[in-house]
Each structure stands twice: as structure tokens, then as C-alpha cells.
T-cell receptor, first 118, second 111 residues
Framework: NAGVTQTPKFQVLKTGQSMTLQCAQD?????MSWYRQDPGMGLRLIHY???????DQGEVPNGYNVSRSTTEDFPLRLLSAAPSQTSVYFC?????????????????FGQGTRLTVV | LAKTTQPISMDSYEGQEVNITCSHN???????ITWYQQFPSQGPRFIIQ???TKVTNEVASLFIPADRKSSTLSLPRVSLSDTAVYYC????????????FGQGTTLQVKP
């Protein structure tokens, strides 16, 4: 059980290039999401998905596209990379369950992709 | 989603109990309170979640007063390895794909 796997771990892009950050989870979680984290800052939500075929925008969606064709995979595509997109990107999957009558929601995060745009 | 306010940073010493308070004045009836921990160069990790009163697990306790406008994460007898950023999140359980993080509290544990 690998959890949430992100590839690549590191990437350098030139301005204007496009690329896809991969995210896969093997926990059969319904919900998945992408975040970016700039130095010294908290995580900001880019896009999220509540199931295969369903995606929605988060706080900072501009410049990014997502798709969710399967439960397992949720790739993030940078359309035309800009230096402002230099950041660490985290993918997460989450589920809800019941614990003694109380709903518990837990998100699992990948190890991150460190992206530099020059 | 309810906005949260936490202290930017806190210092503590090994063996002490640490309490981090989060304000969420606009919490809605269906909202839960969740805390995550993040070490440098890693993704956040779930610590604890609660709706009201007190919740305890093997890692921490979460205290929520009756009006639910604030919550306190309590870490008993911290060690150097508890140095991390702690995030308080408030949102509905069904909104599991849409977690909104604030700036978090950077806890520095000193020997």
C-alpha cells in the first residue's frame, strides 16, 4: 500500500513550457486535491475532485488544468509555465468514515513535487 | 468555509505540554475542526479531528468549548521531533476534497 505517490519529485522548466505532474493513490479514496506551497506559506488549494469525472476549482486555479478519468489518478497540468508557478506541489486524497457515531475525515498527502520555472 | 486564526509561532521546551489555540468565529453548524502537522519538505499529516467537547488520541487532545468558536490542540510532553507547523482547518465533513489551509503555527521545541 503505497498511499499517495507523486512524480516527479523535482522538475525544472523553462518559461512557456508545459508539463504534467502525476498523482496516484491506491487507497480507493473518492476525493483528491492539488495544493501549492510557497516558501514560508501555508498550502493553497488549486483544484479538487469529488470523484472520477468530477473536478472543481480551488483558491488558485489559474494556469492549471486537471482531469480525473479514474479513481486512482489525478494529474495536474501546467499549460504554459511561469516563474510565479515555482513552488512545491502536494497532492492529497481523502475519505470519510464513522468513529463511534462521529464522522471522521482524513486526508493523506504525497511527498510533494518541487518545481522551479526559470 | 470558516476562516481560522492561529498564532504564527510558538516556542517550547522538551517535556512541556503545548497548547495551540485556533479561533474560528464563523464556524457553521455542520463544520468539523481538524488539525494537521507538517514537517519540513513533507506533506501535512492528519493529527486529530473533532466536533465538540474533547477528543483524544495517541498523539494529541483537542478541546472545543460549547460555543465552538475556538479550539485548542494540546500536545503532551513534546520532544524535539514535534518541531513542525500545525494547521487548524474548519469545514464540513462532506467537503473532504476542499481543505483550506491557513498559515499555520510554527512550533519550535528546544532542548
Amino acid at each position: 500500500n503505497a498511499g499517495v505517490t507523486q512524480t516527479p519529485k523535482f522538475q525544472v522548466l523553462k518559461t512557456g513550457q508545459s508539463m504534467t505532474l502525476q498523482c496516484a493513490q491506491d487507497m480507493n479514496h473518492e476525493y483528491m486535491s492539488w495544493y501549492r506551497q510557497d516558501p514560508g506559506m501555508g498550502l493553497r488549494l488549486i483544484h479538487y475532485s469529488v470523484g472520477a469525472g468530477i473536478t472543481d476549482q480551488g483558491e488558485v486555479p489559474n494556469g492549471y488544468n486537471v482531469s480525473r478519468s479514474t479513481t486512482e489518478d489525478f494529474p495536474l497540468r501546467l499549460l504554459s509555465a511561469a516563474p510565479s508557478q515555482t513552488s512545491v506541489y502536494f497532492c492529497a486524497s481523502s475519505f470519510s468514515t464513522q468513529d463511534s457515531g462521529t464522522a471522521i475525515t482524513e486526508a493523506f498527502f504525497g511527498q510533494g513535487t518541487r518545481l522551479t520555472v526559470v | 468555509l470558516a476562516k481560522t486564526t492561529q498564532p504564527i509561532s510558538m516556542d517550547s521546551y522538551e517535556g512541556q505540554e503545548v497548547n495551540i489555540t485556533c479561533s474560528h468565529n464563523n464556524i457553521a453548524t455542520n463544520d468539523y475542526i481538524t488539525w494537521y502537522q507538517q514537517f519540513p519538505s513533507q506533506g501535512p499529516r492528519f493529527i486529530i479531528q473533532g466536533y465538540k467537547t474533547k477528543v483524544t488520541n495517541e498523539v494529541a487532545s483537542l478541546f472545543i468549548p460549547a460555543d465552538r468558536k475556538s479550539s485548542t490542540l494540546s500536545l503532551p510532553r513534546v520532544s524535539l521531533s514535534d518541531t513542525a507547523v500545525y494547521y487548524c482547518l474548519v469545514g464540513r465533513s462532506g467537503n473532504t476534497g476542499k481543505l483550506i489551509f491557513g498559515q499555520g503555527t510554527t512550533l519550535q521545541v528546544k532542548p
